[in-house]
């Protein structure tokens, strides 16, 4: 059983350059495994098609509905597909009321969707949500979409407040809160750590309709702790995931947005003390994740990441029927521990750090690497992963590509001082 102890691992002092590499490599990673524009657009297309089908839907059932995200694109957190995978696009289709039982409100739902979306990929009915998969060979991706009605007292037309969702399984409702929990999430975001740099701070923008938007592609992609924190712990995740196969018990994703926001809580009062680094942030985030449950097996009973706006949800409720999950956390969290560090290694060969970085953060991640050790030595500035001679050698070499790719010779330019972040947000 995973005890999931940790404590602070770090002293407040003054980054080395060395630090200040790693902190720039792996702050421009979350950029390069974050949806671009072009990306985006698709899946926003894809999205606004489904609305349209459920807005004026031909089953009466499903009549009277309102759209709108939740998961990843409400949070802000989604990242690019890994490998063969997919993005995933999640959408809640909000009944005002239903004469359905659960099972067939999610068979309504599967032949509404199967008879009218314009896919190749298909349409699958699952346990919680119908699945709409686009066969699109450059941006492979699916739309979940879960239907819902609110729960008892609970009046709101948009989709605020408790909910309750069909579960094909168990034949009944499930109770949960994907609006509500996401404002959590932007709330905490919001909560400034203080860096040495400076203060983190972003503003948000919210749009109404019957079918909600999703959120913009800067919103999406904005820079701040906790999100960059996050992206970082999915595409890992992701990585991690190809390498034990399709249906290894991974941490899903809310459990991991979930952990890192009640964490980034704690480090943000830290930092109302002694200010830390960008990168000190990120790694005591992660440190912090594993003591976030409500309750664990240390204590004999029932694992439980409660839903902070639906208690009765419990996001770990699989770790409980199978003791893989938690085993698979627990190796999961500390080979991510373990990645945020890589920059510290004092590799002899750029293509060996290279290679550690796209086992831990993928084939974006190491491209990105390899740009960086480039740009970065041509300027003389300190490089992260290397040992002394290895980093000195690609100085001296005055571009990293006289070195790796024998792209020619240079004179290095002087050696420059590393820059401030500045604001991280």
């Known amino acids: 059983m995973y005890d999931g102890l940790t404590t602070s691992t770090f002293p407040t002092r003054r980054a080395s350059p060395q630090e200040v590499a790693w902190e720039k490599l792996l702050l421009e990673i979350v950029e390069a495994v974050s949806v671009p524009a072009s990306d985006y657009e698709r899946i926003e297309s894809h999205y606004n098609a489904i609305s349209e089908i459920l807005i004026e839907p031909d089953d009466p059932e499903l009549a009277d509905g309102h759209v709108f995200p939740q998961g990843s694109f409400l949070t802000r957190t989604v990242v690019r597909a890994l490998g063969k995978g997919e993005i995933d696009v999640d959408a809640i289709l909000l009944l005002q009321e ?7 409100l999610l068979e309504t739902l599967h032949a509404e969707l199967e008879a009218r979306a314009r896919t190749q990929g298909g349409v699958e009915r699952r346990n919680r949500c119908v699945t709409v998969h686009y066969a699109d060979a450059s941006l492979p991706a699916h739309l979940d979409v879960t239907p819902a009605i609110a729960s008892d007292g609970n009046d709101d037309d948009e989709g605020w407040g408790p909910l309750e969702v069909p579960d094909y399984k168990q034949a009944d409702w499930h109770p949960t809160n994907p609006r509500d929990f996401a404002d959590w999430f932007n709330d905490i975001s919001e909560t400034p750590i203080l860096l040495e740099q400076g203060t983190v701070s972003f503003t948000e923008a919210r749009k109404r309709a019957d079918a909600e938007q999703l959120p913009s592609h800067e919103a999406i992609n904005a820079f701040d702790p906790l999100r960059a924190t996050v992206k970082l712990m999915k595409r890992h995740r992701d990585v991690f995931r190809e390498r034990h196969g399709a249906e290894a018990p991974v941490p899903i994703s809310v459990v991991i947005t979930t952990l890192a926001a009640k964490a980034y809580k704690e480090v943000a009062e830290l930092s109302q003390k002694q200010p830390l680094t960008a990168l000190q942030a990120i790694r005591e985030i992660i440190t912090r994740m594993p003591n976030q449950f409500d309750q664990d097996g240390r204590t004999g009973s029932e694992w439980r990441l409660c839903n902070p706006r639906r208690r009765a949800e419990n996001f770990a409720e699989k770790w409980n029927r199978d003791p893989a ?5 627990a190796k ?5 521990a373990s990645a945020v560090g890589l ?7 750029e293509r060996a750090f290279e290679e550690e970085v796209l086992a831990a953060f993928g084939p974006e991640a190491r491209k990105q690497t390899r740009s960086f ?6 300027l003389g500035h300190p490089l ?4 002394d001679t290895t980093a000195e050698r690609l100085r001296k070499a005055g571009v990293v590509g006289a070195t790796f790719r024998g792209l020619g010779d240079a004179e290095p330019r002087q050696a420059a001082q590393p820059k401030s972040l500045g604001r991280l947000g």
Do not use: C, K
Request: a negative charge; hydrophobic letters at 45%.
């Open 343 to 349: 920059g510290f290694a004092a590799f002899s060969e």
């Open 98 to 104: 239903t004469t359905l039982a659960p099972r067939e």
């Open 325 to 329: 999950y938690a085993a698979m956390f």
């Open 373 to 378: 050790l480039l740009e970065e030595a041509g």
């Open 384 to 387: 992260p992963g290397l040992d």
């Open 332 to 336: 999961w969290h500390g080979e991510l």
